[in-house]
């Protein structure tokens, strides 16, 4: 009877194949089933991986208070396209806490709802992080912390915090020259380029990404790529590049940007919150100050960023993560909690006034960041990341910026809807 | 060829057996009239009760979203494998319909929902129905009224908790004045009837009304979301379980003339069917779209547009090269170990053969991203070794040498193992033949030992090939498809087209599964065209060897 044995062997992998292919082709973690099969009073959170761990003791006492069900699901990998994928399914979560230039694309998708703060919720927020989840006039989603770039300098190679690029550079070769440090700065591009790094540079040397609109949002149809300032922005990036200072190079990728600089071999880095654990975990004495603009340009703007809690609009417990999202998560305790699992700046005023007297490196960040621009949130932004990196990735090495600059511009142009 | 991968496209290694469970192996022991045992009893009801079980649990969701069609399939898919195990009929039968099911399953399913996809603009921005998209545009729209008060809000029903009609107990901060609110309205309540908590202004407990708690009241989350007390200046709405805001919802959608008015501004958006988008008359889009079907937009997308259609070619024949590249260099490689090994005079081959599997035994995944910063020219391997300065992924050429390399160096020990297995058929005798008719080592290679083993591997060969014409991982891992020209983001030197194919449906500048799928249906019919020939030569070659 061997055969037939294994003839039903296959009818049962069969069996489970057809009820695979009737269920609209979905392929669902196992996690979402059991929350789609909840009663009611249940809570269902996603976020990534380390959030999920800080979330986690204030999500159960959220629900032992008020006598309801929380779990919060670690989403590691594509956590917005999951989610959005998720949602148009109907077996997202009720809740989910992730960057805020995913608003414009959760939005298009019909997959997050605006929320409700009173004035006097506002008002506990920084500015920019509130104006960074409002889109199309609407409050998007409660941010909890806030990031962007700085300098971060290794004080034993470059004891002095550079004034502009150009002194940066100077002293980065000096350093060279002494062979103190085998690279002049620690700014990752990559083969592909990275826009947000290069950004603050961009941004200085007089370019922009999108004009203002009147309601002061950004607007989609004013593309600074490929405009004049752009091409003049990328000229003066190209004189930092291969061809020109060797102070940008495509060899420095987002993989050994930090390792670089924890390795002493560059004294110069511009990263963010999360090199910090890094350079401590190296020993390494370092300070931090704004990124360096270029002589006689404008002031280096970094872009901030927000991480934000949002109501899914497809959830199925809406009124309890409106709950959750409104009244808990704007409380201090959290916020100091979610800095703890990782340290970037609070987006509450109280929550970073508590925790700034622990850490002087947050107050830095924060100073860096204050001229910073918020991260455009709106579904054209999307259309800029990829051929803008490229683009700068070809100009860092040596390619005509005004070419490239004008060829992605039009690229970008049209992409965008 | 590659090694086991994760990721996309990994799921088929050729030459492996497929992981298919509980084919048939051997059939050619069957008998019509084999007597039934206790253990093939025992095993079949127990696999056909799990298939049923299965067929149930799988029943549910379907019925849940009201997926007849699927549900029709299943029962009919579950009686006929009941109908067709239980009897002693149709033998044949028994061994063809799993695996037809199965290639139904998994190859007609897949590539009949990919071509109805190319057919649509579906991707972000269109992903649902059109009413979803009203949905969200309505809910959107929706403000809270300036000025208006923020009630403390406290869930309520007549009568029964779980069954009775929603009302909510309102309280105004400042005013104290307390109101009930149901779709019919907004009334006020006289305070001595009600209690009110003084620390959270919410009322707790009032004369007629029960009184939710949040457990309770979130248990009915969709009617709470769903009420909505109509007021002069728009309706109040539950925020959260615990409040509740005056709001008006800017945009209603009018089905007489299909469009989305604003009543603010008075701005008119009418649906454009062909584009999925509510357009109005300047040209401006809302940002929420629906799928819905584009013709062959697609098509001519990837035939006309410069940026797609112009590298095609090009990106098609270094897909070819890199294909036939990867097979053929490994092929040429691991025969040539293999034969080296073959040889007698060869002391200590275990050794070597441990070693020479290693590179296959590692996750290639992670290979990749390790030779990828061996190539990076300032701190990679490569270059600091041998004292070099190429930038290795910054040129078109030195970039497709290198991801060559490390798909040699990822592949040759697989053919190695192939190779060595059909070196081991080839009886010594023929060879020794030859030398003994005076041929060299070489003419009897050429003669003897390299057609027949190509009579063994080119079925191999093949699956090979057709693999790497779709080797996601060994592209996106390394290069990322690039160096890419300064003036085209879209096109890069070591691109393949499934690498194009998977930035346009999942690239950072917003999915396109449409037009993914559409490029898609180009490949799949190259690659089909490509092995049916292949296949019938390797036939042809056979008859001639034979």
């Given at each position: 009877?061997?055969?037939?044995t294994?003839?039903?062997?296959?009818?049962?992998?069969?069996?489970l194949?057809?009820?695979?292919?009737?269920?609209?082709?979905?392929?669902?973690?196992?996690?979402?089933?059991?929350?789609?099969?909840?009663?009611?009073?249940?809570?269902?959170?996603?976020?990534?991986?380390?959030r999920?761990?800080?979330?986690?003791?204030?999500?159960?006492?959220f629900?032992?208070?008020?006598?309801?069900?929380?779990?919060?699901?670690?989403?590691?990998?594509?956590?917005?396209?999951?989610?959005?994928?998720?949602?148009?399914?109907?077996?997202?979560?009720?809740?989910?806490?992730?960057?805020?230039?995913?608003?414009?694309?959760?939005?298009?998708?019909?997959?997050?709802?605006?929320?409700q703060?009173?004035?006097?919720?506002?008002?506990g927020?920084?500015?920019?992080?509130v104006?960074?989840?409002?889109?199309?006039g609407?409050?998007?989603g409660?941010?909890?912390?806030?990031?962007?770039?700085?300098?971060?300098?290794?004080?034993?190679?470059?004891?002095?915090?550079?004034?502009?690029?150009e002194?940066?550079?100077?002293?980065?070769?000096?350093l060279?020259?002494?062979?103190?440090?085998?690279?002049?700065?620690?700014?990752?591009?990559?083969?592909?380029?990275?826009?947000?790094?290069?950004?603050?540079?961009?941004s200085?040397?007089?370019?922009y990404?999108?004009?203002?609109?009147?309601?002061?949002?950004?607007?989609?149809?004013?593309?600074?790529?490929g405009?004049?300032?752009?091409?003049?922005?990328?000229?003066?990036?190209?004189?930092?590049?291969?061809?020109?200072?060797?102070?940008?190079?495509?060899?420095?990728?987002?993989?050994?940007?930090?390792?670089?600089?924890?390795?002493?071999?560059?004294?110069?880095?511009?990263?963010?919150?999360?090199?910090?654990?890094?350079?401590?975990?190296?020993?390494?004495?370092?300070d931090?100050?704004?990124?360096?603009?270029?002589?006689?340009?404008?002031?280096?703007?970094?872009?901030?960023?927000v991480?934000?809690?949002?109501?899914?609009?497809?959830?199925?417990?809406?009124?309890?993560?409106?709950?959750?999202?409104?009244?808990?998560?704007?409380?201090?305790e959290?916020?100091?909690?979610?800095?703890?699992?990782?340290?970037?700046?609070?987006?509450?005023?109280?929550?970073?006034?508590?925790?700034?007297?622990?850490?002087?490196?947050?107050?830095?960040?924060?100073?860096?960041?204050?001229?910073?621009?918020?991260?455009?949130?709106?579904?054209?932004?999307?259309?800029?990341?990829?051929?803008?990196?490229?683009?700068?990735?070809?100009?860092?090495g040596?390619?005509?910026?005004?070419?490239?600059?004008?060829?992605?511009?039009?690229?970008?142009?049209?992409?965008?809807? | 060829?590659?090694?086991?991968?994760s990721?996309p496209?990994?799921?088929?290694?050729?030459?492996?057996?497929?992981?298919?469970?509980?084919?048939?192996?051997?059939?050619?022991?069957?008998?019509?009239?084999?007597?039934?045992?206790?253990?093939?009893?025992?095993v079949?009801?127990?696999?056909?009760?799990?298939v049923?079980?299965?067929a149930?649990?799988?029943?549910?969701?379907?019925?849940?979203?009201?997926?007849?069609?699927?549900?029709?399939?299943?029962?009919?898919?579950?009686?006929a494998?009941?109908?067709?195990?239980?009897?002693?009929?149709?033998?044949?039968?028994k061994?063809?319909?799993?695996?037809?099911?199965?290639?139904?399953?998994?190859?007609?399913?897949?590539?009949?929902?990919?071509?109805?996809t190319?057919?649509?603009?579906?991707?972000?921005?269109?992903?649902g129905?059109?009413?979803?998209?009203?949905?969200?545009?309505?809910?959107s729209?929706?403000?809270?009224?300036p000025?208006?008060?923020?009630?403390?809000?406290?869930?309520?029903?007549?009568?029964?908790?779980?069954?009775?009609?929603?009302?909510?107990?309102?309280s105004d901060p400042?005013?104290?004045?307390?109101?009930?609110?149901?779709?019919?309205?907004?009334?006020?309540?006289?305070?001595?009837d009600?209690?009110?908590?003084?620390?959270?202004?919410?009322?707790?407990?009032?004369?007629?009304?029960?009184?939710?708690?949040?457990?309770?009241?979130?248990?009915?989350?969709?009617a709470?979301?769903?009420?909505?007390?109509?007021?002069?200046?728009?309706?109040?709405?539950?925020?959260?379980?615990?409040?509740?805001?005056?709001?008006?919802?800017?945009?209603?959608?009018?089905?007489?003339?299909?469009?989305v008015?604003?009543?603010?501004?008075?701005?008119?958006?009418?649906?454009?069917?062909?584009?999925?988008?509510?357009?109005?008359?300047?040209?401006?889009?809302?940002?929420?779209?629906?799928?819905?079907?584009?013709?062959?937009?697609?098509?001519?997308?990837?035939?006309?547009?410069?940026?797609?259609?112009?590298?095609?070619?090009?990106?098609?024949?270094?897909?070819?090269?890199f294909?036939?590249?990867?097979?053929?260099?490994?092929?040429?490689l691991?025969?040539a170990?293999?034969l080296?090994?073959?040889?007698?005079?060869?002391?200590?081959?275990?050794?070597?053969?441990?070693?020479l599997?290693?590179?296959?035994?590692?996750?290639?995944?992670?290979?990749?991203?390790?030779?990828?910063?061996?190539?990076?020219?300032?701190?990679?391997l490569?270059?600091?070794?041998?004292?070099?300065?190429?930038?290795?992924?910054?040129?078109?050429?030195?970039?497709?040498?290198?991801?060559?390399?490390?798909?040699l160096?990822?592949?040759?020990?697989?053919?190695?193992?192939?190779?060595?297995?059909?070196?081991?058929?080839?009886?010594?005798?023929?060879?020794?033949?030859?030398?003994?008719?005076?041929?060299?080592?070489?003419?009897?290679?050429?003669?003897?030992?390299?057609?027949?083993?190509?009579?063994?591997?080119?079925?191999?060969?093949?699956?090979?090939?057709?693999?790497?014409?779709?080797?996601?991982?060994?592209?996106?891992?390394?290069?990322?498809?690039?160096?890419?020209?300064?003036?085209?983001?879209?096109?890069?030197?070591?691109?393949?087209?499934?690498?194009?194919?998977?930035?346009?449906?999942?690239?950072?500048?917003?999915?396109?599964?449409?037009?993914?799928?559409?490029?898609?249906?180009?490949?799949?019919?190259?690659?089909a065209?490509?092995?049916?020939?292949?296949f019938?030569?390797?036939r042809?070659?056979?008859?001639?060897?034979?």
């Open positions: 009877m061997r055969i037939r294994a003839g039903v062997v296959a009818v049962l992998g069969l069996a194949a057809a009820s695979g292919c009737g269920d609209s082709g979905s392929d669902k973690p196992a996690a979402e089933q059991s929350a789609s099969k909840a009663t009611g009073g249940k809570l269902v959170i996603w976020a990534d991986d380390k999920t761990a800080a979330l986690k003791p204030f999500a159960e006492e629900g032992k208070e008020n006598g309801v069900t929380v779990e919060v699901q670690a989403v590691s990998k594509d956590l917005q396209t999951n989610f959005v994928t998720a949602s148009q399914q109907g077996s997202g979560p009720d809740a989910v806490v992730g960057a805020h230039d995913w608003i414009g694309n959760l939005v298009q998708n019909g997959a997050i709802d605006p929320v703060l009173t004035a006097e919720q506002k008002a927020f920084n500015e920019t992080a104006k960074a989840v409002t889109f199309n609407q409050l998007y409660v941010p909890y912390a806030t990031e962007n770039l700085a300098l971060l300098r290794n004080t034993e190679l470059a004891p002095e915090a550079p004034k502009t690029i002194d940066l550079v100077t002293a980065g070769k000096k060279k020259a002494e062979k103190k440090a085998s690279e002049i700065l620690c700014l990752q591009s990559g083969q592909n380029g990275d826009a947000y790094h290069i950004y603050p540079l961009y200085s040397a007089g370019g990404l999108f004009g203002t609109a009147a309601n002061g949002d950004y607007d989609p149809k004013d593309l600074g790529v405009k004049p300032e752009s091409i003049a922005a990328f000229q003066k990036i190209a004189k930092l590049g291969e061809k020109g200072d060797g102070a940008l190079k495509r060899s420095i990728t987002p993989e050994n940007s930090i390792s670089t600089f924890t390795g002493k071999k560059c004294a110069f880095l511009v990263s963010g919150p999360w090199a910090v654990a890094d350079a401590k975990k190296a020993g390494i004495k370092y931090i100050s704004p990124v360096p603009g270029f002589a006689g340009g404008k002031e280096a703007q970094p872009f901030v960023g991480q934000a809690f949002y109501v899914a609009a497809k959830g199925k417990n809406k009124a309890l993560a409106q709950e959750f999202v409104t009244n808990y998560v704007t409380k201090p959290l916020a100091v909690a979610l800095y703890k699992a990782e340290p970037r700046p609070p987006a509450l005023t109280a929550a970073f006034d508590q925790v700034k007297g622990e850490d002087p490196d947050l107050a830095k960040f924060s100073e860096a960041g204050k001229n910073g621009q918020v991260l455009p949130a709106i579904p054209a932004m999307a259309a800029i990341w990829d051929p803008f990196g490229k683009a700068e990735a070809a100009v860092i040596g390619a005509d910026p005004a070419k490239t600059i004008t060829a992605a511009g039009k690229t970008i142009q049209g992409q965008i809807k | 060829m590659s090694a086991p991968l990721g496209g990994s799921t088929r290694t050729p030459g492996r057996e497929p992981a298919r469970p509980g084919l048939p192996r051997t059939s050619r022991t069957a008998r019509n009239h084999a007597p039934i045992t206790a253990t093939g009893l025992v079949k009801v127990v696999l056909l009760g799990l049923a079980g299965i149930i649990w799988a029943a549910f969701p379907l019925i849940e979203a009201g997926h007849w069609i699927g549900l029709g399939v299943l029962v009919a898919t579950t009686a494998l009941f109908y067709l195990y239980l009897g002693r009929r149709h033998i044949p039968a061994y063809l319909v799993p695996g037809t099911l199965f290639l139904i399953a998994f190859q007609v399913l897949p590539v009949l929902f990919t071509a109805s190319a057919f649509t603009n579906f991707g972000d921005g269109h992903r129905s059109k009413d979803d998209a009203v949905v969200a545009i309505q809910t729209s929706v403000k809270q009224v000025g208006s008060t923020e009630y403390a809000l406290t869930i309520a029903t007549k009568g029964d908790p779980a069954t009775g009609d929603l009302v909510f107990l309102l400042k005013t104290k004045q307390v109101f009930a609110g149901d779709a019919g309205g907004l009334r006020q309540l006289d305070a001595s009600v209690t009110v908590s003084s620390l959270s202004g919410k009322i707790t407990a009032a004369d007629g009304y029960t009184v939710l708690n949040i457990g309770q009241a979130s248990g009915r989350s969709d709470v979301t769903a009420l909505i007390v109509p007021t002069d200046d728009g309706a109040i709405r539950s925020n959260g379980l615990t409040r509740a805001y005056e709001g008006k919802a800017a945009r209603a959608y009018d089905a007489g003339c299909d469009c008015k604003d009543s603010e501004t008075g701005k008119t958006w009418t649906a454009d069917e062909k584009v999925g988008s509510f357009v109005a008359a300047d040209g401006e889009r809302l940002t929420q779209g629906w799928k819905v079907n584009v013709g062959l937009k697609n098509f001519g997308a990837v035939l006309t547009d410069p940026n797609i259609s112009g590298p095609f070619f090009g990106t098609l024949a270094w897909n070819f090269a294909a036939i590249g990867s097979t053929g260099f490994t092929f040429l691991g025969m170990i293999a080296a090994l073959h040889s007698p005079r060869m002391r200590g081959t275990n050794f070597y053969r441990v070693l599997i290693l590179p296959y035994a590692m996750p290639s995944f992670a290979m990749l991203l390790v030779w990828r910063d061996m190539f990076n020219t300032d701190f990679g490569l270059n600091n070794l041998f004292g070099l300065d190429v930038d290795w992924f910054g040129g078109a050429w030195s970039a497709r040498i290198a991801v060559l390399l490390v798909q160096w990822l592949g040759y020990p697989y053919m190695f193992l192939v190779a060595t297995g059909a070196l081991q058929a080839i009886p010594r005798e023929l060879t020794e033949a030859t030398s003994v008719d005076g041929a060299t080592p070489w003419q009897s290679f050429r003669a003897v030992t390299l057609p027949l083993l190509l009579v063994a591997l080119s079925p191999l060969l093949i699956a090979s090939f057709a693999y790497n014409f779709n080797n996601v991982n060994a592209i996106l891992f390394t290069t990322e498809g690039g160096p890419f020209a300064p003036d085209n983001p879209r096109n890069g030197a070591t691109d393949l087209l499934i690498t194009y194919t998977y930035r346009l449906a999942f690239g950072a500048q917003g999915a396109e599964y449409g037009l993914a799928a559409t490029v898609s249906i180009f490949i799949f019919a190259i690659v065209t490509v092995s049916a020939i292949s019938r030569r390797t042809k070659q056979e008859e001639v060897y034979s």
